[in-house]
C-alpha cells in the first residue's frame, strides 16, 4: 500500500523567504511523485513530477523538489518566496497503477 | 487543447433532489478520476475509470451516487436523492494510462461547487 503524509497543514512565510513543504511517501514499489498546486476557487495544477530520472526536478514558478529514497522524501521548496505563491499544496504518490494517493495539504501563507 | 471541462461550475439545490455532474476528458486521455474536496475531509478519491470501464469506486459513499462513462470522451457523476451533507466541491481529472502506472500525472478540471440546501 501506499500513504504520503504531509508535515504541516499550514506554513507561513515571509515574501523573499525560502519555502519548504514537507512531503515523506511510503510506497513498496519505486514510486512516482507529484506536487500539484491549488488556487483558491480553482482545480489542482501539477507542479512537478519525479518518474524515476533526475532525484531533483524542477517545476513551475520557480518551484523544485528532491527525491531522497533513503529518507522517503519528496520536499518542496523554492528559494524566494512571492505573494502570488500562497495556496494549498499538495504532494501525490503513485506507482504501477492508475490510482494516485493524495496527502491532505499544505495552506502556504505569504505575508509582505 | 481546453483541458478537463467540468460544468456546472456552480449549483444550488435542495435537498431530495437529483444532481448530475458533468465532466469532459482532455482528447486522447484513457483515464477519468472522480474526487470530492471538503475542508473536514480533504480531497478524496470516488471512483475511477480506464477505456470506461470503472476500476475502482470504493470511494463512492453511498448508492445514491453513482457514475458513468458512456463514451471515452465523457462522464456523469449524479447524486439521487441528495442531501446537505453532500456539499462539497467535485473534481474531475483525467489522464492517460499506458500500462505505466500513474506516471503521467493527472489534469483536473476547475471543479463543481455544490451546495445542497
Known amino acids: 500500500a501506499q500513504s504520503v503524509t504531509q508535515l504541516g497543514s499550514h506554513v507561513s512565510v515571509s515574501e523573499g523567504a525560502l519555502v519548504l513543504l514537507r512531503c515523506n511517501y511510503s510506497?513498496?514499489?519505486?514510486?512516482?511523485l507529484f506536487w500539484y498546486v491549488q488556487y483558491p476557487n480553482q482545480g489542482l495544477q501539477l507542479l512537478l513530477k519525479?518518474?524515476?530520472?533526475?532525484?531533483l526536478v524542477k517545476g513551475i514558478n520557480g518551484f523544485e523538489a528532491e527525491f531522497k529514497k533513503s529518507e522517503t522524501s519528496f520536499h518542496l521548496t523554492k528559494p524566494s518566496a512571492h505573494m502570488s505563491d500562497a495556496a494549498e499544496y499538495f504532494c501525490?504518490?503513485?506507482?504501477?497503477?492508475?490510482?494516485?494517493?493524495f496527502g491532505t495539504g499544505t495552506r502556504l501563507q505569504v505575508f509582505p | 487543447d481546453a483541458g478537463v471541462i467540468q460544468s456546472p461550475r456552480h449549483e444550488v439545490t435542495e435537498m431530495g433532489q437529483e444532481v448530475t455532474l458533468r465532466c469532459k476528458l482532455i482528447?486522447?486521455?484513457?483515464?477519468l478520476f472522480w474526487y470530492r474536496q471538503t475542508m473536514m475531509r480533504g480531497l478524496e478519491l470516488l471512483i475511477y475509470?480506464?477505456?470506461?470501464?470503472?476500476?475502482?469506486d470504493s470511494g463512492m459513499p453511498e448508492d445514491r451516487f453513482s457514475a458513468k462513462m458512456p463514451n471515452a470522451s465523457f462522464s456523469t457523476l449524479k447524486i439521487q436523492p441528495s442531501e446537505p451533507r453532500d456539499s462539497a466541491v467535485y473534481f474531475c481529472a483525467s489522464s492517460l494510462a499506458l500500462g505505466q502506472g500513474a506516471g503521467y500525472g493527472y489534469t483536473f478540471g476547475s471543479g463543481t461547487r455544490l451546495t445542497v440546501v
Open positions: 510506497s513498496s514499489v519505486p514510486p512516482y
Open positions: 475509470f480506464n477505456n470506461n470501464v470503472p476500476i475502482d
Open positions: 482528447s486522447g486521455h484513457n483515464s
Open positions: 519525479y518518474t524515476s530520472a533526475a532525484t
Open positions: 501525490a504518490v503513485g506507482s504501477n497503477t492508475d490510482k494516485l494517493i
